[in-house]
């Protein structure tokens, strides 16, 4: 039986993408990712991630990903729930793969798994048998797969980020690198970058703040 282990990475950043990769393999297989050495990926190094991901893609049968850009997101999220976002990307990667999985194991970002579990139904149908945990990266290998999966490709871009802007942090919004890129290109530009989510409540408390500076400099004229 095919199983397609599902996670995401760079759901909360309000830098970059959210990536949702897949790996797709038999039941049987989750010895071999087991032994590999494959746990979520927050419990990994970078190198030991990218070791792990090139293990990944030759073992497995298939192994495909999504990326959901900012601009993407923040334009999702005007008429839909992060959740919801989440749930539609799932599905269009679910139909990127050739050979069809009978089960799908997906790490849950909803805090009600059935909830999420019909949201999925909404887009897919029910011709696969869906299982949806909390911490099904850490509990199912195929899924810790998919986590290193995410990440590696993530980072990537990230990287790239760096190179174009300079220090850009984690692109986490508690990250204090990144607080300081965000305020710093603002004040510089008027604007954020196109690779920041402009929806997220750490970019409009600092464009909030850049105009209410502007309005009270106008008043005090």
Known sequence: MLILGIDEAGRGPVIGPMIIAGVL???????????????????????????????????????????????????????????EVEAKK???????????????IVDCPDTDTSVFVRRLHKYLGKEFELVVEHKADVNHPIVSAASIIAKVERDKVIERLKKRYGEIGSGYPSDPLTQKF????????????????????????????KYQRKLNDFNDS
């Open 90 to 104: 799932i599905a269009e990667l679910v139909l990127s793969f050739k050979e069809k999985p009978k089960r799908i």
């Open 182 to 209: 965000l305020n710093s290109y603002f004040e510089e530009h008027g604007k954020m970058p196109p690779e920041v989510r402009k929806s997220w409540d750490t970019s409009k408390r600092i464009e909030d703040k």
């Open 25 to 83: 393999d038999t039941e049987n297989a989750s010895i071999t990712y087991s032994e590999m050495g494959c746990k979520d990926s927050k419990m990994l190094s970078p190198s030991r991630r990218e070791e792990l991901a090139d293990k990944i893609r030759k073992v497995a049968k298939e192994v495909h990903f999504v990326e959901i850009p900012a601009k993407e997101i923040d334009g999702l999220r005007s008429i839909m729930s992060l959740n």
